[in-house]
């Protein structure tokens, strides 16, 4: 699948706007957050400043909910929570379909090998004001294959330009390629690694879904296709490369003693540079090959609300997808809040059918791999409840629950280094935990029925109302 094909549709919707001219260094970040908090269309930057024409950028590829449905073929006018439900369905129904060898490789238009490559060419943003160097990852798919069980990740992690022929991997604890990495190094080998720099975004979206343990996310991206994924064989490291890739990568990871580098700051999807600037490891690349006119497809990540790719859409998704396969009843909507930095503050809508439900669908909320990963806060709204509504969760927060009672706090949970609150001596220790509240904003189950009314006139009344009264309303 050709993210070329989708920016075609994105032009023919006017959601797509060429820029010209910009430079690499802060100035397609910064163009980026102004477009996104202003809800503007995704950007393609080309005649980058110092670059050739036709080595291009695009960024805010699917911000908004409308983009975001684009990408999935579905309708782009559903209420928020709808939009959700249509992409859970679509995780529900996932079959794996495997990867199969492609018959046409665009990636292959250019290939370098050796000291021939020059990743310098490409235009990879400085994204933030305080970011210590430049990414060509952000929206990228790093992948691997476990020595030891044989099967292929792929993942987001961000790469950082170190120079013409090293990148910067930074993998927080918990993710796939972690373990796969630390098995080649516990075994005294370099960990080969692939990585791809622009792909569609249907492509793209299983490396940053918190799929599980053993699961192929390109067998994934088949399933979400409804085709294969067609690859190629990278000739140096045997991993699959999808052969409709901008620009790919190939090279190793050496163990860290052999070779480290100084990676970040980076401004992070907290909102905050939490992790500084530290030793990370490398990855030495041998060849990198890339479409003519390649295209960059950067996400960096923009103080909350921003979000440069609109994966809090996905992620709630997948979230909700997680609470069904654990069969969890009567959950009407989940929503991940943007200002909570799309996984801080999940909101759960749930009818209740009996005591105990609520607290079941908040532990549940934070349980499955997706919702387990660096959290904070879970809300169990009603049904009545638009979990994607602030002030009507705020409402249902200020009026449904009660402190003493509904909320619970549960320590020592799955975060990451990333986390701006965590204490500094706890840091030291190398407990990278955090905890989560659950806040039960919905009316207390045994006595629900005795719950006080709404005070809103009913859906019949106003509509009533509204067809008399048209004329004075503004
Ligand atoms: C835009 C974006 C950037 C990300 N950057 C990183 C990163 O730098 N390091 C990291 O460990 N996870 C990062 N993640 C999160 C992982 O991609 C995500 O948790 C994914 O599920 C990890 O794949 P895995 O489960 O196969 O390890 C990022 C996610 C997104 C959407
Ligand atoms: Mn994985």
Same mark, same amino acid.
């Given at each position: 699948m050709d993210l070329r094909k989708f920016l075609g549709q994105l032009q023919d919707?006017?959601?797509? =706007? +060429? +820029?010209?001219? /910009? $430079? =690499? $260094? !802060?100035?397609i970040g910064v163009i980026t957050e102004l477009c996104n908090e202003r809800n503007g269309p995704a950007l393609l930057f080309d005649h980058i400043t110092g670059y050739p024409a036709g080595y291009r950028v695009v960024s805010n590829l699917t911000a908004t909910l409308k983009r975001q449905a684009m990408a999935f073929g579905l309708p782009v006018d559903l209420p928020n929570v709808e939009l959700v439900r249509r992409i859970k369905d679509r995780?529900? *129904?996932? #079959?794996?379909i495997v990867p199969v060898p492609a018959t046409a490789a665009p990636v292959l238009d250019n290939v370098q090998e050796g000291e021939d490559v020059d990743l310098l060419k490409f235009p990879s943003p400085r994204w933030h004001e305080h970011d210590g160097g430049r990414y060509i990852g952000t929206a990228d798919l790093v992948i691997t294959r476990d020595p030891v069980e044989g099967w292929v990740n792929a993942g987001t992690y961000r790469i950082q330009v170190h120079d013409s022929r090293t990148l910067g991997l930074y993998i927080?604890?918990?993710h796939h390629a972690r373990y796969m990495r630390?098995?080649?190094?516990? @075994?005294? #080998?370099?960990? &080969?690694?692939?990585?791809?720099? *622009?792909?569609?975004?249907? +492509?793209?979206?299983? /490396?940053? !879904? @918190?799929f599980p343990w053993g699961s192929e996310e390109f067998a994934m991206a088949g399933g979400l296709l409804g085709q294969p994924l067609e690859v190629i064989k990278g000739e140096h490291t045997g991993l699959p490369i999808p052969a409709y890739s901008e620009v790919a990568i190939e090279g190793e990871c050496p163990p860290p003693e052999v070779e480290s580098r100084q990676e970040g700051p980076f401004g992070e999807w907290p909102g905050y540079y939490t992790t500084g600037a530290r030793q990370e490891a490398v990855i030495r690349v041998k060849r990198v090959m890339y479409r003519r006119d390649p295209i960059i497809v950067g996400a960096p990540p923009l103080k909350p609300p921003g979000s440069a790719h609109g994966h809090y859409i996905v992620h709630a998704a997948y979230m909700w997808h997680e609470l069904e396969k654990l069969g969890i009843p009567g959950v009407k909507g989940l929503w991940c809040n943007r200002s909570g930095s799309n996984r801080y503050i999940i909101v759960v809508s749930v009818q209740q059918k009996y005591a105990g439900h609520a607290r079941q669908a908040a532990m549940a909320a934070m349980s499955g791999p997706e919702g387990a990963f660096h959290g904070r806060f879970v809300i169990v709204v009603d049904e009545d409840i638009d979990p994607s509504n602030q002030d009507d969760v705020l409402w249902a927060l200020a009026t449904r629950c009660d402190p003493a009672t509904a909320i619970e706090v549960v320590t020592g949970c799955w975060s990451t280094p990333l986390d701006p609150i965590m204490p500094p001596e706890k840091r030291k220790a190398g407990d990278l935990t955090n905890s989560r509240a659950m806040l039960l904003a919905c009316r207390p189950y045994h006595w629900? %029925? $005795?719950? &006080? %009314?709404?005070? =809103?006139?009913? $859906?019949?009344? =106003?509509? #009533?109302t509204l067809a008399k009264w048209k004329a004075i309303l503004p």
């Open positions: 919707s006017h959601e797509l =706007r +060429v +820029v010209e001219n /910009a $430079d =690499r $260094d !802060l100035e995780l529900v *129904g996932l #079959k794996p927080v604890p918990g630390e098995s080649y190094w516990a @075994q005294g #080998k370099a960990c &080969p690694v692939a990585a791809v720099f *622009g792909a569609h975004p249907l +492509v793209w979206m299983p /490396a940053y !879904l @918190q629900m %029925k $005795d719950f &006080p %009314k709404v005070n =809103r006139a009913s $859906d019949e009344l =106003r509509a #009533k």
